[in-house]
């Protein structure tokens, strides 16, 4: 494989993530200059994505901030430390001097490394497609597994508050509040008129699983999730470390496995009578090859047929037409940033895995139209 290879991708996050003007600005050279962006060809070949070199480089400048050491010219583009300075024509060689000067640990990182984005804003999202399963359930309490969790934050999802907006910004619905205390508090814009349900849901049993889970009491590795975020948002960076403070004090089970479908079997017999397993995942088959996210969906939807899982999928638009068998609906009118869709697959009346589109949401659940 060669660094011209590369081109699409960095192409299409150039068009997709210009609310990160610094990473577009950087995707959209890569494009044309595909040299800037080699260090990625030492990546596993479903790991080869923007997201993973970023997260690298934007890694090794927060390592080199922990130790109070001088930072170069690209952490001038950097929010994240301290920098101030917005995407100009001095961004590409701030960034090719980096690059080169750091380029050993940098291609240890892109190696050995996976993008594990732990994003809690999506439970914005999470939250009301919980409500609308329970609900279908006649309000049975729920068992909630998160594949590929990283950290596993979004276990939390019942302890973190959500505001729904209307497109004016004022508030138009409430999570039922946890008791405190409570981790972030979440906000998401709805982009039409339609409202998710909203009527409250118990989680009897939760457990995560992950190939590389991190350890929330590792610095090293909590720095690693840092990195996945991007530079910018500070905002986003203190709802992270909410998150993580409220993940410490919950101590959800995460549990590493190379096959996570085969812990969730297993976990399966533990649950009690009565109890709605749901299987979770978000932005986990968008690094999967073509005959991976085959055998994911198949045995998922045997899982659905035989032992009624409810399976909630957030990904992108085609893994998620891999699940459905259809192409995804057309994204919202004025919707920004990459379309994550939501489906939802249940055994119906017949026995049968079938599958419903149920909302569409920013990646990072900014917005939401919801589609029950």
């Not at 979004?154 to 205390?181: F, H, I, K, Y």
């Not at 039409?192 to 610095?219: E, H, T």
Request: net charge negative.
């Amino acid at each position: 494989m060669d660094a011209a290879s590369l081109v699409p991708g960095f192409r299409a996050f150039a068009r997709e993530h210009t609310a990160e003007p610094v990473y577009a600005q950087l995707a959209a050279h890569m494009a044309e200059q595909p040299a800037l962006g080699a260090l990625l060809e030492a990546a596993p070949p479903t790991q080869r994505k923007p997201v993973l070199l970023f997260a690298a480089v934007h890694d090794r400048l927060l390592a080199l901030a922990e130790a109070d050491e001088p930072l170069p010219a690209l952490a001038e583009y950097f929010a994240s430390v301290g920098g101030q300075r917005a995407a100009d024509e001095g961004l590409t060689a701030a960034w090719q001097a980096f690059v080169a000067e750091q380029a050993a640990p940098l291609r240890d990182t892109v190696s050995n490394r996976a993008t594990q984005t732990n994003e809690v804003g999506r439970c914005a999202v999470l939250w009301p497609a919980l409500s609308a399963i329970s609900l279908a359930h006649g309000g049975q309490p729920l068992a909630l597994f998160d594949f590929g969790c990283s950290a596993g934050l979004n276990l939390c999802v019942d302890e973190m508050p959500v505001d729904w907006l209307d497109p004016t910004g004022q508030r138009v619905l409430a999570s039922a509040g946890p008791p405190p205390p409570a981790g972030p508090r979440l906000s998401c814009r709805l982009v039409d008129d339609r409202l998710p349900p909203v009527q409250p849901w118990r989680l009897a049993a939760r457990l995560g699983a992950d190939p590389q889970p991190v350890d929330i009491d590792d610095a090293r590795e909590v720095r690693w999730l840092r990195a996945c975020l991007w530079p910018s948002e500070t905002e986003r960076a203190a709802r992270f470390d909410a998150a993580l403070a409220l993940a410490r004090r919950a101590r959800h089970p995460v549990q590493q496995s190379d096959d996570g479908l085969a812990v969730l079997e297993a976990w399966l017999d533990t649950l009690p009578a009565g109890t709605v397993p749901v299987l979770f995942h978000s932005w986990v088959l968008f690094y999967f090859d073509a005959a991976a996210l085959a055998r994911h969906v198949e045995r998922v939807r045997t899982l659905v047929r035989e032992r009624g899982l409810v399976w909630l999928s957030a990904e992108d638009a085609a893994a998620s037409r891999a699940i459905a068998g259809e192409p995804a609906p057309p994204r919202p009118e004025g919707a920004a940033g990459t379309p994550t869709w939501w489906t939802c697959t249940a055994r119906d009346d017949r026995g049968e895995a079938a599958t419903r589109w149920l909302a569409c949401s920013h990646p990072h659940g900014r917005w939401m139209a919801w589609r029950g």
